[in-house]
């Protein structure tokens, strides 16, 4: 690993993009579904499933050779998926689910966001093993 000032704005500037995206993403799922606090937290779900298919697919087609710029790599990946899919919202919702009493969401959720975020990362990797074999 290098740090260096351009490596560090490149993580942060994909961090930006990653934070804005998730807060759209968020947003407008809440809002289109009526998700309230009780509820189960699709939102974070969603973004997490989602953050880490682009986590397997970037790591993936940088192991094949196609995200060669090591810059590029770190803002796509630590950046823009670490700015877009954090489980500090998941630790969050978790803690606040249990505290109302939700012991049965609060179990399905982590469940579904562990099993469906390893899925996920795979699925993504493996499509970008398709598409280096492609090119």
Do not use: Q
């Amino acid at each position: 690993m290098v740090l260096s000032l351009k490596t560090l704005l490149c993580v942060g500037g994909g961090c930006f993009a990653g934070g804005v995206l998730r807060y759209l993403t968020s947003y407008i799922i809440c809002t289109r579904w009526g998700i309230t606090a009780a509820d189960m937290p699709w939102h974070t779900l969603i973004i997490n499933y989602a953050g880490c298919l682009f986590m397997g697919l970037f790591c993936g087609l940088a192991t094949a050779g196609l995200i060669e710029s090591p810059n590029l790599r770190l803002a796509l990946t630590a950046g823009l998926c670490g700015g877009y899919s954090t489980l500090a919202a998941f630790a969050f919702e978790n803690t606040m689910l249990l505290r109302s009493g939700h012991y049965f969401t609060t179990g399905a959720y982590i469940l579904a966001t562990l099993a469906g975020s390893l899925l996920c990362f795979v699925v993504g990797y493996a499509l970008a093993n398709g598409f280096s074999r492609a090119l």
